[in-house]
């Protein structure tokens, strides 16, 4: 069974993926996209703060995630990559290296679960990829 605290967080991810989304392709500023997103989705106050969290996480690291995720996808640079798949990567990257009390596992497979959704056919086994040598790359540096 899954609880509360798992489906308000999946919620917030998509939420954040979201919101994300709007600023990539939309090229909305931050707040801007914040403020729409508060608008449209309705989510608890919990899950409102860790998906802003989330959202300014991963835009002040971004040239930190987008350099890690191209040293991870060989021959596909970003500019290449689905807008999607590439903000699901941005999220996922920033919640494996800066969300401590989440395992590295679940944060792969939601953002497996999210590339499966709302990807193409091929989005899920490509972000699973370079999500799975994102983590086994900070394995090795821990060791």
Excluded at 58 to 79: R, T, V
Excluded at 93 to 108: F, H, Q, R, T, W
Aim: charged fraction near 25%.
């Amino acid at each position: 069974m899954i609880g509360v605290k798992c489906l308000s967080r999946r919620n917030a991810r998509e939420t954040a993926l979201k919101i994300l989304f709007q600023i990539d392709v939309g090229k909305m500023g931050v707040e801007e996209a914040l403020a729409a997103g508060r608008e449209v989705f309705e989510l608890a106050e919990s899950s409102s703060d860790f998906t802003e969290g989330l959202v300014w996480g991963a835009f002040n690291h971004l040239q930190e995630l987008d350099g890690l995720i191209e040293e991870f996808s060989i021959d596909w640079p970003m500019a290449r990559m689905a807008s999607i798949d590439r903000n699901i990567l941005r999220l996922a990257v920033y919640e494996i290296l800066y969300v401590g009390d989440i395992p590295a596992s679940v944060s792969v497979n939601e953002a497996v679960e999210l590339a499966k959704r709302y990807g193409n056919a091929d989005s899920g086994k490509f972000v699973n990829g370079i999500l799975g040598n994102v983590v086994r790359s900070r394995a090795k540096d821990k060791v």
